[in-house]
């Protein structure tokens, strides 16, 4: 896990361990179901807010944004 991603700030390429890429798209899909979902395993407003950084939460875009995230790295595997 640790030094399995790469990243750089000056364009290039972002390389992920596959093993990590399995995980990371399984934990977005994941926290897309739990925005989404009724009820009371729905993450609430509070711990939505803390996602977001203090930035005014938009739940149906980070929905989207998770699922799409997690769509196109299974579609890399």
Avoid: F
Avoid at 56 to 70: E, K
């Amino acid at each position: 896990m640790p030094g399995s991603l790469t990243i750089s700030h000056h364009g290039s390429a972002v390389t992920l361990d596959h093993a990590d890429a399995e995980r990371l798209a399984t934990v977005m899909a994941d926290l897309a179901y739990l925005l989404e979902i009724p009820g009371s395993n729905r993450i609430s407003e509070e711990q939505l807010a803390v996602l977001c950084e203090g930035r005014a939460p938009d739940r149906a875009d980070l929905v989207h944004w998770c699922a799409s995230l997690a769509r196109g790295l299974k579609g890399q595997l």
